[in-house]
Each structure stands twice: as C-alpha cells, then as structure tokens.
C-alpha cells in the first residue's frame, strides 16, 4: 500500500504540474479521493523533484546546449545568456514570497492556504484569468525578443502559485498570454522558470523537514519520484503540443468544474 500510494503522488504531481490545473491541489484533494493521507507541502515539494528532472531531460539539448564546450565558454554562456538571466529574474519573486511565508506564517500556510475553500474559489479565479489571457491576440513575443520586465512580471505572477490552486504552470503562462507573448514560447519560459521555483521549493521544505522525510520509506519514495518523472514527461510534451493550437479552453472549463466539485463534495 505504502507503494502505492507513492506512486499516486507521483502520477498526481507528473500530470498536473505542468498542464494548468495546479498539482499542489490535485495532490491534496486527490488525496481524500482516494482516501490516502494528504502527502503535505513538505512531501509534495520533494515528489516535485521528479518533475525537476524531467525537465531537464526534455530540454536537455534545444536549450541548454553546453555539451561540447568548455568549462571557460559554458561560464560565458550562463553569464550572458538572456535566457539565463531572464529565468533568475523571474525567480526572485518567489524566493522573496515563498521565504517570508515559509519563516514568518508557517501555521497559515497549513490550515488556511491549503484549505478546500480556497482551493475551490481559487480555481474559479484561475479560470476567469486563464480565459482573459486565452482571448488576448497580440502574440509576437518570444525567448528570443522578450523584455526582462516581462520576466520579472511572469516570475511575479508564479509566486503566487505557493497558493495551492493558482498551478504555477497556468499562473505563468497565462501571463505570458496577457503580456502578449506566443503560445509555444509561453508554455516553454514557464517549464523553463519552474525549474529553479521547484528545485529551491524541494531544497528548503527537505532541510526544515529533514527528520520527517527521513523516516519516510527509502525505495517508495524512490518509486514516486521516478513516476512523477515519467507522467512529467509525458504532460510536458502533451501540453507543448495540445497548447500551440488549442489554447487553454479545455483546462478553463476542468477548472471550473474541480471547484465545483470540490465545493458539493467536500
């Protein structure tokens, strides 16, 4: 059963953190569902290392192509790479929120941000955004001529994806939307930006839960992380390939009707 259970994490937090309809949520409500403990942000924030991975995997050579050069270039690169710059920038927001949550509200992030409620209006405020940014028609940004104010504004809104609900994936990307960049290019800077967000999120909550998650089952765990991986992959190329020529109608309307049922049934 512990196996099992692991495995529903991972497949959970593979699917839903990249297509926008918030895995933090999906963990937790999913989770009563099946009538499993809610894994908590400490434990989500580690399965999400799998997702990490994955997207290192997918972009392992369209984005970062450092294979063949030097240690000297690869450090010019990542100095004066736009790309690189624009991901930090973006990543300050959530590195300010998220620790001032994490050190000052600790409780709160517990019992109110992760309550059903607010879940559920939550992801009936998602979908009013997300058909706002899917009407928007000015599509000619993108990773190559995008401002660094647009990375800052994307990053700012991904802070607020440290509200279970928001999905850091449809918070940035919709914002990409709005800002008027293309689809393809507004779905890869919010894979992209995610990755140091997850990685920081998972780094953080194993040092200050370091005791709990120790005494977690070893080969379990490994088995959660290795299918979040896995459904990451696959959500990744799914969205990438679904979102190019469809838009976000689909996720606004599943949005909608998880508020709902979360509201009539718990």
């Not at 990307?173 to 930006?193: H, Q």
């Given at each position: 059963m512990e196996y099992l259970e692991f495995i529903i994490y991972g497949l959970i937090q593979g699917l839903t953190e990249f297509i926008p309809i918030s895995s933090t949520a999906h963990l937790k409500i999913i989770s009563l569902f099946f009538g499993i403990d809610d894994p908590g942000p400490s434990l989500s924030a580690v399965i999400q290392l799998g997702s990490v991975f994955a997207l290192a995997w997918y972009?392992?050579?369209?984005?970062?192509?450092?294979?063949?050069?030097?240690?000297?270039?690869?450090?010019?690169?990542?100095?004066?790479?736009?790309?690189?710059?624009?991901?930090?920038?973006?990543?300050?927001?959530?590195?300010?929120?998220?620790?001032?949550?994490?050190?000052?509200?600790?409780?709160?992030?517990?019992?109110?941000?992760?309550?059903?409620?607010?879940?559920?209006?939550?992801?009936?405020?998602?979908?009013?955004?997300?058909?706002?940014?899917?009407?928007?028609?000015?599509?000619?940004?993108?990773?190559k001529n995008h401002n660094y104010s647009d990375s800052f504004l994307i990053g700012l809104s991904q802070a607020f994806a440290i509200i279970p609900g928001f999905s850091r994936s449809g918070v940035t990307?919709?914002?990409?939307?709005?800002?008027?960049?293309?689809?393809?290019?507004?779905?890869?800077?919010?894979?992209?930006?995610g990755m140091p967000a997850i990685s920081i999120a998972a780094i953080v909550e194993f040092i200050s839960s370091f005791y709990e998650l120790f005494s977690l089952s070893f080969f379990p765990l490994i088995a959660g992380?290795?299918?979040?991986?896995?459904?990451?992959?696959?959500?990744?190329?799914?969205?990438?390939?679904?979102?190019?020529?469809?838009?976000?109608?689909?996720?606004?309307?599943?949005?909608?009707?998880?508020?709902?049922?979360?509201?009539?049934?718990?």
């Open positions: 972009f392992r050579d369209n984005i970062f192509k450092l294979k063949s050069k030097s240690s000297k270039k690869i450090f010019d690169y990542i100095l004066h790479s736009r790309l690189m710059w624009s991901i930090f920038i973006g990543t300050i927001p959530i590195i300010l929120m998220g620790g001032s949550v994490k050190l000052f509200f600790p409780y709160f992030f517990d019992e109110v941000l992760r309550s059903n409620l607010l879940i559920a209006l939550v992801s009936f405020l998602m979908a009013i955004f997300m058909y706002i940014a899917d009407r928007s028609e000015k599509r000619s940004i993108n990773l990307i919709s914002t990409a939307l709005v800002l008027g960049w293309e689809r393809t290019d507004a779905a890869k800077f919010s894979f992209l930006l992380l290795t299918t979040a991986f896995l459904s990451s992959l696959f959500a990744i190329d799914l969205l990438l390939k679904y979102f190019s020529s469809n838009g976000l109608k689909l996720f606004i309307i599943y949005r909608v009707l998880f508020g709902v049922v979360i509201l009539l049934y718990l």
